[in-house]
């Protein structure tokens, strides 16, 4: 599954406002709210279900990454989107480090073959330590959209 099938170019943010988990969590629902990717409505009970996932682990994988994702009745079809902070955003990450990309996941409860299939194609990228780095480095929409089509050209020549 290439990144481009699921994430939402119209709900990235490269320069998140938040300080916090809980407020990067929020933003990043937002935002997908925002690009029509979710319903208004179902804004609050995806963020509190975000929050309360991360409270059972924290999904803040290190180097700077934290991939919060749940499983949502409420959506139709898995969704993405990537939030940067420049300052860094403690979530209790396994290395102790602050997150700098929150790349943020929702997937329906009755398509867990796709949602195996997109955390796999997001942290078979995310293992590349020049992804993580242009990553950090993005400072634009666009700049994280070109990332994630030349991520998934090289996906799709055996790169990866």
């Not at 991360?54 to 749940?70: D, L, R």
């Not at 997150?99 to 942290?123: G, K, R, T, W």
């Not at 050209?153 to 055996?158: I, R, T, V």
């Amino acid at each position: 599954m290439n990144l481009c099938d699921f994430m939402a170019p119209e709900a990235i943010r490269p320069k998140l406002q938040a300080e916090s988990r809980n407020e990067a969590i929020s933003e990043l629902v937002q935002a997908l709210a925002d690009a029509k990717c979710i319903q208004d409505k179902d804004v609050e009970s995806i963020t509190q279900a975000v929050i309360e996932r991360e409270e059972q682990g924290s999904t803040g994988i290190g180097k700077g990454i934290a991939v919060p994702h749940i499983k949502h009745a409420s959506v139709k079809k898995i969704v993405g989107t990537i939030g940067c902070s420049k300052e860094g955003i403690d979530f209790s990450s396994l290395d102790k480090a602050p997150v700098y990309s929150v790349l943020l996941l929702i997937s329906p409860p009755n398509q867990p073959d796709q949602h195996l299939e997109a955390m796999e194609s997001l942290f078979a990228h995310l293992q590349q330590d020049m992804f993580r780095k242009f990553l950090r480095q993005a400072d634009t929409t666009e700049a994280v959209v070109d990332l994630l089509k030349e991520a998934d050209e090289s996906h799709k020549s055996g790169n990866i």
